[in-house]
């Protein structure tokens, strides 16, 4: 039994949803009580206690689009002219770099922005791969990593016939194989999903190909979805149908399937993922530094679509990403009142049940019977923190390194700031000497 209390309680529990001197209480890998502190340690005498010091103990954060295998783009510089649009971005730098990526390079460059999730509190990601000159086992080094760090993944590889029907055949095999081999170790710390790259790089054929494939598994598809203009041109010079309708004619879109981005949709696209339960993930960093524009998130949520929030690989840090949708909507609308209520519903209430989707137990609160997912946060509130301006308090006051201590599926992976079982320096130092080798390959 361990218990973590003596700290400000933000449970996200609506039976209790803050306890101003609260405990949890952790059973093996699951919250089994959450009450004062004085109440559970009486009741558990021989606990280990994790004192919080009065600091702030919450849920870990949910990132439901992450690109690990990003991390060797990192100061990275490019020989080319300047990309000027977003398939130049595609083309010269993240479709050269994914095509030179080895095992080896795959595990290392997940390590470090996995080690990062740690820090940042966040306990649980959605990964989106691509590595087309090393497919084969890349989701399962991918989870070797994930498991080495203590950090809960649903991960899959993007289809795509951008390298040819071999390459395209090989991704097609990987995520089976991969979503087979996490349906059946059923422990709760990995799960997969159906990955595809975007419709502009999949023909009629290999969609056909990847819904046949994946029938029967019980999981959905991960793709981008009119991330960029080109896409949307793209899908309309193919089919007529905007991405959207192109994609959902195959069935692609529905409860269990992810839709990241979603910048160029329209009003009917909009009905289409609603009637179709589809989850959408919003990346706001990512859309504003590829300048593919601000994805219509309040029409959607206004619409009934379950919108979730993501990083696509920007940051690791779900504080970050929480504020920046705050604010980007509000310069979208020229309006400062928009967006109080839908980003904190994106991170804190879509993201726990996009990932109740795949995981048995419920993640993203401090309730009985939930993943015991949760992070103490050094942050001493200089007003009155309550229930109803909990969201405030994080937006305003709250970021990735203030978290001290972060516990995933019961195991304590850092505590005050020091990680449990990882040498950081020696992955970053292994992480810099391949990134090196990379960068001449590239």
Known sequence: MLLVGNGRVI???ENQPYLAEGCVAIKDNLI???SSTAALRAKYPDAKFIDARGRVIMPGMINTHMHLYSTFARGMGLEDAPPQNF???LERLWWRLDKVLTLEDIYYSAMVPLIDCIKNGTTTIFDHHASPGAVRDSLFTLEKAAR????????????SDRDGEAVMEEGVRENVEFIRHANKAGDGMSRGMFGLHASLTLSDASLDRCCEENSGLGTGFHVHVAEGISDLNDSLAKSGKRVVERLNGYGILGPKSIAAHCVHINEKEIEILRDASANV????????GNAVGCAPVLSMLGAGVRVGLGTDGYTSDMFESYKVANILHKHQQGHPSVAWGEAPAMLFRHNPEIAASYF???????????YADVIIV???PPTPLSENNADGHILFGVSGRSVATTIINGKVVMEERRLAGLDE???CAKSRELSSKLWERF
């Open 11 to 13: 449970t996200r529990d």
């Open 32 to 34: 089994s009580e959450v």
């Open 87 to 89: 398939v130049e971005i």
């Open 148 to 159: 080495a760090a203590g950090v809960r993944s649903c991960l899959c590889y993007e289809v």
């Open 281 to 288: 993930v919003h990346n706001p960093e990512s859309n504003m």
């Open 360 to 370: 048995p137990h419920p993640l993203g609160k401090l309730a009985p019977g939930a």
């Open 378 to 380: 050094d942050y001493d």
């Open 425 to 427: 320096a020696e992955i």
